[in-house]
């Protein structure tokens, strides 16, 4: 009975700790509009991430597929995003459960940010974009785990 509980104890703890794991965050992710997928994968100790499904695949002049046109650089509007990096040098914070250190690029306005990561309780990974190191300032989203 004893080893019993001694294992369930085990198992709980363990599923916590695997679950606040730096690698946590590795994997293919619903954007909150459910209309892209990232790939959050690991180089060295950073995590980046890569667009690998855009679902209006579309630009505005009907042509396919979708480009980079409302970067702010004029150079890189010609650039599709599906497969473009929008996630760049996130690290993880041991200390505070996050990933952070990194910039994301919204492809829907054209802004990159400082931004910062964690896994909710519920899976889900809640990023914070913000500017100028102000992280009380900014835009939140969640992406949800694809399957």
Aim: net charge positive; hydrophobic share 30%.
């Amino acid at each position: 009975m004893k080893k019993s509980i001694l294992l369930a104890i085990a198992l709980l703890l363990g599923g916590k700790m695997m679950a606040q794991s730096a690698d946590g965050i590795l994997g293919v992710w619903w954007n909150e509009e459910k209309d892209g997928k990232v790939e959050v994968y690991k180089v060295g100790n950073e995590y980046r991430g890569r667009v690998v499904y855009v679902k209006n695949n579309t630009n505005p002049d009907g042509t396919s597929p979708k480009k980079d046109n409302e970067n702010p650089d004029a150079k890189l509007r010609s650039r599709v995003i599906q497969g473009s990096t929008i996630l760049n040098g996130l690290k993880y914070d041991a200390e505070d459960k996050e990933w952070a250190g990194g910039t994301i690029y919204d492809t829907k306005s054209g802004n990159t940010y400082d931004c910062y990561a964690y896994l909710q309780k519920d899976g889900t990974l809640y990023f914070k974009g913000y500017l100028l190191g102000m992280r009380f300032i900014g835009r939140s989203t969640t992406w949800t785990r694809a399957n």
